[in-house]
């Protein structure tokens, strides 16, 4: 079957525009999990969704970021006014249930000029 | 919280070799010890995990020893060959959470034919 899915694959945008992030996770998985990879550095967590609703927002860097999951599929993740330092590769993973393995999507790399 | 910290940052064997890369964990509580491989430009994959009920895990040349006393966890890689060499990523799953995985800051394992 299908794995997890991301959108755009790469993204290069300006300091101070706004970027929107999109993970399709795989069918019938209820957890999504949202994770920025920085050059040479390990995963770190930004937020966790179990259906659509989000009981961990803590890894989020900013109030310039959100992220929204509808119809317990799709998610988007938001960063607002991006800066140079948000430049990394976003990963979205999904999970059957909360402590079941993480399958990862292939990520979107941005890049803010 | 839980940190997780990941031995050595980069390692180079030659074909053939085994190779061993390590973790220690900070939190007791912790019962979830994946490790994921990622190839170049690739997403992470799950390659072998273990839980905290287990001291090890084998599947053919791969192996996860886990020490809880000690607090660390190693992945081994016996009769490397070229299409290992990736980036190594161990995880731990604190015992307080359910879901959330804090990850090393990885491995880049390189096998010269």
């Known amino acids: 079957g299908a794995g997890v899915s991301q959108s755009p694959s790469n993204k290069v945008t300006e300091k101070g525009k706004d970027v929107e992030l999109r993970c399709d996770p795989i069918s019938g998985h209820t957890a999504l999990y949202w994770y920025r990879q920085s050059l040479g550095q390990g995963l770190e967590f930004l937020i966790y969704?179990?259906?659509?609703?989000?009981?961990?927002k803590s890894g989020l860097p900013s109030d310039r970021f959100s992220a929204e999951r509808t119809g317990g599929s799709v998610s988007t993740l938001t960063i607002q006014r991006t800066q140079q330092e948000d430049s990394a590769v976003y990963l979205c993973?999904?999970?059957?249930?909360?402590?079941?393995?993480?399958?990862f999507g292939p990520g979107t790399r941005l890049l803010v000029l | 919280g839980e940190n997780v910290e990941q031995h050595p940052s980069t390692l180079s064997v030659q074909e053939g070799d085994s190779a061993v890369i390590k973790c220690t964990y900070s939190d007791s509580a912790s019962n979830y010890f994946p490790w994921y491989k990622q190839e170049l430009g690739k997403r992470p994959q799950l390659i072998i995990d273990i839980r905290s009920n287990v001291g090890e895990k084998k599947d053919q040349r791969i192996a996860v020893t886990l020490n809880k006393t000690a607090k660390h966890f190693s992945l081994h890689i016996t009769e490397t060959q070229p299409e290992d060499s990736a980036v190594y990523f161990c995880a731990a799953r604190y015992g307080g959470s359910n879901y959330k995985l804090t990850f090393g800051k990885g491995t880049l394992l390189t096998v010269n034919p």
């Open positions: 969704f179990q259906g659509n609703s989000a009981p961990d």
């Open positions: 993973a999904s999970s059957l249930g909360a402590r079941e393995t993480q399958y």
